[in-house]
């Protein structure tokens, strides 16, 4: 066996000895050792592989598959562009906390420089945003098998702590098995590249460093982060009896969560006794302006471990690690009114949205996002695209504590949506699996439904919200009147693209639903990857965003 052949079974071996259960590969000359390597794994049982021919969707799927997972997953490619296709994903994976480990497959050093095909200088591509391991190339002499084994323990341990991580590999030619002597030489019956162990060192635990009072008028907001942090601070808040407003992705343990709490937040000015003494803040929330108008109001604590927890005002204290039971020694009395109150006010203002929903011409964005949530069989994933769809759950819909909400809110981009919604089903198998996404997001990621015959292919229904155009815009300050000239051509970005064709394409089932009974319908469990498509109308977005917090404010402060 050749150097790079034998290099690459000892990659590939040690990713499945320490639990990297999917890898996905892109189609290339350079990462050819890894591809048959990880083929020859995936034979055996040893990992599942999944292949894609565009990069940029494979590093998307690789980490829906982590995330669904809660293992790091891999993705391989070649070199040169290929590699720089995957940043999207590394950035998300990096400011989510997601463990993507990249492969990237390189040309060996005397190519540099030499003007050699696909040869850039991608080590470090993706820094600061990924942890590089630098792989030697591999050569016929002994003592470098444990060093290989040790590099991808290293890699998959950074990556279990939640940090992206490139293992650049340069391969020197011949790139596929030459079936000549085996190298390294077997040792006691054994294959020289099984001839080495070693583990991962263990990982640190931040402890708990609530040292201050906790007020008995505190709200907790929840954003994206560890489960099991997020479901520890949400108990603190049940038995301190503090009202909890939770991003649609927040992990809450099943506690009671307000509904249309984003919208309770705009209006606060006109509720003096809904104002808290002190705000808790659980990982990183990102969807809503209110959470953002109540740093510099009140005392606010970061709990999380995440490098960057939420606080664009740079007015919150940090404390890393826990928020649990052991600190209820710091809340300071309990008041029964403060949660009555925050309570009533979320009742009268769901009442009143849910009217208004009604009533309004179907179909809205807010009314698809809340009959979604509400439609979903329990046990269902659900994958919530950037911009209005996971805003439109966050106003109007109902928590469903059995089901389980993703979002990319890493970096929050489009990119890349329908392949980690793909990646987060084939994950999560036992689960029916669905994805609401917006039009744009849909076809910035069209290529997500390319999914060779012999690939894994999800259960999973995707909805799309087709509004010709970019919706979230219509809600900013660019979707003002004083603006409409410009608005159409550079923000609106209407496309007037045929969903149906293009699913036809990927050989794609599609559906149009055109009422509500036809959108419940199409919602019910089937096998295999299907789109439902809902046309809306992009100019009454604004319009109804305006009655319903209007709504929200005269009925619940009224």
Known sequence: MNPSSAQAMVIVDELARNDVRHVVVCPGSRNAPLSVALFEAAQEGKLQLHVRVDERSAGFLALGLAVATRRPAAVVC?????????????????????????????RPPELHGSGANQTIDQRNLFAPAAILVDFP??????????????????AVAQAEAGHPVQVNVPFREP??????????????????????????????????????????????????????????????????GWPIIAEPVATTGGASVLRCGPLLLGSLDRAEDLRPEAVVVVGRPTLSRGVRGLMGRAPVYGIGDHPQWTDPQYVAIHVRG???????????GHDPEWLTAWRTAAERAATVVDKLLEEDEWPSGLRVARDVVSALPSG?????????????????????????????????????????????????????????????????????????????RPDMTIIVLNDDGGGIFSLLEQGAAEHKNSFERVFG?????????????????????????????????????????????????????????AAVQDAAFG
Do not use: K
């Open 78 to 106: 070649t070199s040169g562009t290929a590699v720089a296709n995957l940043h999207p994903a590394v950035l998300e994976a990096h400011h989510a906390g997601v463990g993507l480990i990249v492969i990237s497959a390189d």
């Open 137 to 154: 190339v591999a050569e016929r002499r002994a003592g470098l098998n444990p060093v290989w084994r040790g590099l991808v323990c290293r």
């Open 175 to 240: 790139l596929l098995p030459t079936f000549g002597s085996e190298w390294p030489e077997p040792l006691d019956g054994r294959p020289g590249y099984e001839r080495w162990t070693t583990s991962a060192p263990p990982r640190l635990v931040a402890s708990s460093r609530v040292d201050f009072p906790l007020p008995a008028r505190t709200l907790m907001v929840v954003g994206s982060g560890r489960p099991d942090r997020a479901a520890a601070a949400c108990e603190v808040a049940t038995r301190a």
């Open 322 to 332: 826990w928020l649990d039971t052991t600190d209820l020694a710091y809340v300071q």
């Open 380 to 456: 269902a994933l659900l994958f919530l695209g950037s911009s209005n769809p996971v805003r439109d759950v966050d106003l109007v819909a109902e928590t469903r504590t059995d089901v389980a909400i993703h979002a990319n809110r890493g970096v929050a981009g489009i990119d890349g949506n329908v392949s980690a919604a793909i990646g987060l089903a084939l994950g999560q198998p036992d689960r029916p699996a669905y994805a609401l996404l917006g039009d744009l997001t849909f076809l910035h990621d069209s290529n997500g439904l390319l999914i060779g015959p012999p690939e894994a």
């Open 493 to 549: 970005t209407p496309h007037d693209a045929d969903l149906a064709a293009l699913c036809a394409g990927y050989r794609v089932p599609h559906i149009l639903a055109e009422s509500p009974s036809q959108l419940q319908a199409a919602l019910r469990p089937e096998p295999g990857l299907r789109v439902v498509e809902v046309r809306a109308d992009r100019a009454r977005l604004r319009d109804l965003h305006a009655r319903v917090r």
